[in-house]
């Protein structure tokens, strides 16, 4: 039996970003909320969430991504706002917004779809919705202290930075948090 990976498609974001994201994630958890919250090194754009997928099938993934590089151009982007996933009143995930080239990004998100389709991966069952996961909700908390903390936090938005290569992640879960290793880079346009 061949040996699985846990995988996903992303975009790295440069330490400035990430620097600016910290600030906003370290002036929310100020507010007490119980939440898995994700390290800062670990924030990326996810394109696509592969989950377990036989090693020997990297190299297939490899190839849809390069075929949906070439396609897209290298992408301007900037951290924008806050919002929550499903809703304020039973919030699941507390993430950072995009602002930028959005449309650009949302076309390269469904073609590389598309192409991870053809290969046998489902397809999406949700629109894309670009965005940094801050933290994950495990139980209830007070939605008029997070919307308070929300409008203190949501007005920031990072410097743009240029997203110009995709890359598929191997994902290992540890007991100190999740440990991500680059298998494949792919630069956009080319």
């Known amino acids: 039996m061949s040996e699985t990976?846990?995988?996903?498609?992303?975009?790295?974001l440069p330490e400035t970003v990430l620097s600016?994201?910290?600030k906003v994630q370290k002036g929310i958890k100020s507010y007490g909320f119980k939440a898995s919250w994700v390290q800062p090194k670990g924030i990326h754009l996810t394109l696509?969430?592969?989950?377990?997928?036989?090693?020997?099938?990297?190299?297939?993934?490899?190839?849809?991504?390069?075929?949906?590089?070439?396609a897209h151009r290298p992408i301007s982007l900037s951290a924008k706002g806050i919002g929550v996933f499903p809703g304020i009143k039973k919030?699941?995930?507390?993430?950072?917004?995009?602002s930028g080239d959005t449309h650009p990004l949302i076309q390269m998100q469904k073609m590389l779809d598309e192409n991870l389709q053809r290969l046998g991966f489902p397809a999406e069952?949700?629109?894309?919705?670009?965005?940094?996961?801050?933290?994950?909700?495990k139980e209830s908390i007070d939605a008029a202290k997070l919307l308070e903390a929300m409008n203190k936090f949501?007005?920031?938005?990072?410097?743009?930075f240029t997203a110009d290569k995709i890359i598929l992640?191997?994902?290992?879960?540890k007991p100190t948090?999740?440990?991500?290793?680059?298998?494949?880079?792919?630069?956009l346009g080319g």
Do not use: C, Q
């Not at 990976?5 to 790295?12: G, K, L, P, Q, S």
């Not at 069952?125 to 909700?137: E, M, Q, S, V, Y």
């Not at 992640?169 to 879960?173: A, I, R, Y």
């Open 48 to 70: 696509k969430f592969l989950g377990n997928i036989a090693a020997s099938d990297t190299e297939k993934v490899g190839e849809a991504m390069s075929e949906t590089a070439k």
């Open 169 to 173: 992640f191997k994902s290992e879960l």
């Open 20 to 22: 600016h994201i910290e």
């Open 125 to 137: 069952d949700r629109p894309f919705k670009g965005h940094l996961t801050l933290a994950r909700i």
């Open 5 to 12: 990976i846990r995988t996903f498609i992303a975009i790295e």
């Open 154 to 160: 949501g007005s920031f938005e990072s410097e743009t």
């Open 91 to 98: 919030p699941r995930v507390i993430w950072i917004g995009l």
């Open 177 to 187: 948090g999740a440990v991500y290793t680059k298998l494949i880079n792919v630069n």
